[in-house]
Nanobody, 127 residues
């Protein structure tokens, strides 16, 4: 299983950005996905996840109303649409695959349950 993020970049506050998470070696619709981020000097945090089958979708308060997670099964790719970006959104963003299907709950993304991680994509928000 390989997971590759892309779509990061340098944007101004208030802008939008869509991150992609391309998967190989598995079919996206069978497993859950999580999006995480880590800013310098901070712990990695779960910002959004979807359970396998789509029964549970979670957004952290930091992204609620601004971030949207979605999937294109034909492309075997997940997306994280981020709108109204803030300075605090600057971080390295990671996606991860949950093979065991325990990772996404209504309370949040259980980071330790995710099995395969991408290398991360940098999002920089600066005026």
């Amino acid at each position: 299983v390989q997971v590759v993020e892309s779509g990061g970049g340098l944007v101004q506050p208030g802008s939008s950005l869509t991150l992609s998470c391309a998967a190989s070696g598995y079919t996206v619709r069978y497993y859950g996905i999580g999006w995480f981020r880590q800013a310098p000097g901070k712990d990695r945090e779960g910002i959004s996840c979807v359970s396998s089958g789509g029964g549970v979708t979670y957004y952290a308060d930091s992204g609620k109303g601004r971030f949207t997670i979605s999937r294109d099964s034909a492309k075997n790719t997940w997306y994280l649409q981020m709108n109204s970006l803030k300075l605090d959104d600057a971080a390295v963003y990671y996606c991860a695959v949950d093979i065991k299907r325990y990772g996404c709950t209504k309370e949040g993304a259980r980071m330790w349950e995710y099995d395969y991680w991408g290398q991360g994509t940098q999002v920089t928000v600066s005026s």
